[in-house]
């Protein structure tokens, strides 16, 4: 409200900080999504044992990719970040369309 007691006629302070805080912290969940994925992968060792009497060399997978927590963490955070993005781009879009008039009447 203005000193005269009438309420302002634009956006709260709310309103312009969520313009702002929502997509600042979804490119941030992003980010931390994207470093944790472009950590380097720990060597892991395991092994298993069976009878095999005609081969005469180890068999060793090619391509066998084991996801650790941090790989799956980054998975999540990048993940979020990206539908918490479209969500507010579709919400912006939306608020904006409604307040020029050119969206569909709620009634039908």
């Known amino acids: 409200m203005d000193p005269t007691g009438e309420k302002e006629s634009g ?7 969520a ?4 997509p600042f912290l979804a490119v941030a969940l992003l980010a931390a999504g994207m470093v944790l994925l472009s950590l380097p992968v720990r060597q892991e ?6 009878y095999a ?4 060399q180890a068999f060793v997978p090619q ?3 084991i996801m650790d927590a941090e790989k ?3 998975v999540v955070l990048a993940g ?3 539908l918490t993005l479209a969500f507010w781009s579709g919400y912006r879009t939306g608020r904006q369309s409604r307040r020029r008039g050119d969206g569909l ?4």
Request: avoid cysteine; charge should be positive.
């Open 53 to 56: 009497p005609l081969s005469q």
């Open 11 to 17: 956006p709260s302070r709310t309103g312009r900080l």
């Open 72 to 74: 799956w963490a980054g």
């Open 45 to 50: 060792n395991f092994g298993w044992f069976a």
């Open 105 to 108: 009447p709620l009634d039908g």
């Open 63 to 65: 391509g066998l990719l």
């Open 80 to 82: 979020v970040g990206l």
């Open 19 to 22: 313009r702002f805080a929502v």
